[in-house]
């Protein structure tokens, strides 16, 4: 069964593509998930925890169940942009508070390796693309504070009880394993390539576009959208760069390229062969003009490029999945 990795919010979206790439890679993911927005359904690979961060003491427990793993993937959390600016209590407490918990748990228990989900969404409003890690980190949403904290919090256990950690600055997740068994499932659905297919698909109503006066080409938002698959990946490379001795990293994980709002709906309706019917809106409060990484670390130190990345195959991906889940 292979090396076991306790994989945090395995039941989501990013985390059920992990662990199939970690059973891929002859591990076995070990879930622990409150299931409050991750799927069981999702947990195909290996055994699950139903456990809340929140809480302090089943938190120890389910470490203390698998006390000899050693690596640990973080990827719960909630991430819903708006309901953080409503409700920032929440989201601290399931975000800062679960993932200080985690961490001391795993000190208890002597799991001495994290793979930590941040966001490009730390890094703020700025005019210098693609954006480095070593960009100011200022960010404009609570999401994004909530995240960074995070980062400071795991920073400190490195410096203090040698916590081994890569911290990944994820750019926009998308695209769907191509077995079509695992895809994005968020209720609600805030994201634009879901949304717009449900559109096309004539499921609902008309999509959305938020903001078409921002200081872009055509005036919508622009984004790095990483196929999920490579996001999984990228976790493979950053254990096998811990094994070599990596100690401590800090990496964006993005494509580099950016496309805008209006170049994916196009890209959606070439590739679907559908017309996206949508309604031109104001701005989203706490969507940042544009953000697209300098990939160039995780090439460095990880040994990653992205595979699955090319738009078409984000797109055509998550349209499979799409059409199998909705019954289209
Ligand atoms: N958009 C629309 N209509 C929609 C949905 C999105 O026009 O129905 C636009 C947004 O305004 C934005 C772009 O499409 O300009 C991308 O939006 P997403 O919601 O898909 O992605 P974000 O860049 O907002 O979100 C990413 C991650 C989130 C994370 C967020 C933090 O995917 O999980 O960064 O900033 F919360």
Not at 82 to 111: D, I, W
Not at 150 to 177: C, M, P, W
């Amino acid at each position: 069964k292979g090396r076991e990795i306790i994989v945090v919010g395995g039941g989501g979206y990013i985390g059920a593509h992990v662990c199939k790439t970690i059973a891929e890679s002859n591990g076995t993911p070990i879930v622990f998930d409150n299931f409050q927005a991750g799927h069981k359904h999702a947990v195909k690979w290996g055994p699950h925890v139903t456990v809340d961060l929140r809480d302090r003491a089943a938190t120890l427990m389910a470490f203390q169940t698998y006390s000899k793993v050693e690596t640990v993937v973080h990827l719960a959390s909630s991430i819903e942009v708006g309901e953080g600016e409503n409700q920032p209590e929440g989201f601290y407490e399931n975000n800062v508070s679960g993932a200080l918990n985690l961490l001391m748990a795993m000190r208890k228990t002597k799991a001495n390796r994290l793979i930590f989900s941040s966001t490009c969404a730390t890094y703020g409003e700025t005019q210098n693309m693609p954006l480095l890690e070593s960009e100011i980190q200022n960010p404009f949403s609570v999401y994004g504070k909530t995240k960074l904290a995070i980062e400071h919090l795991v920073q400190s256990y490195h410096k203090a009880y040698g916590l081994n950690y890569v911290t990944f600055r994820y750019f926009n997740a998308s695209g769907a394993d191509a077995s079509g068994e695992i895809g994005e499932e968020h209720d609600p659905e805030t994201h634009l390539i879901p949304n717009a297919l449900k559109a096309a698909a004539g499921l609902g109503s008309r999509m959305k576009l938020f903001g078409t006066d921002y200081d872009t080409p055509d005036g919508t938002c622009v984004r790095d959208y990483i196929h999920v698959n490579d996001i999984a990946l990228a976790h493979i490379c950053a254990i096998r760069a811990m094994d070599d001795g990596l100690s401590q990293a800090e990496v964006n994980l993005g494509t580099g390229e950016g496309y805008s709002v209006l170049q994916i709906i196009n890209a959606i309706e070439e590739v679907t062969g559908l017309a996206v019917p949508y309604d031109e809106g104001p701005r989203r409060e706490g969507d940042l003009t544009q953000l697209f990484a300098d990939a160039a670390r995780a090439e460095e130190i990880l040994g990653f490029k992205p595979q699955h990345s090319s738009l078409e195959n984000i797109i055509q991906t998550a349209w499979n999945f799409h059409k199998n889940n909705w019954g289209v």
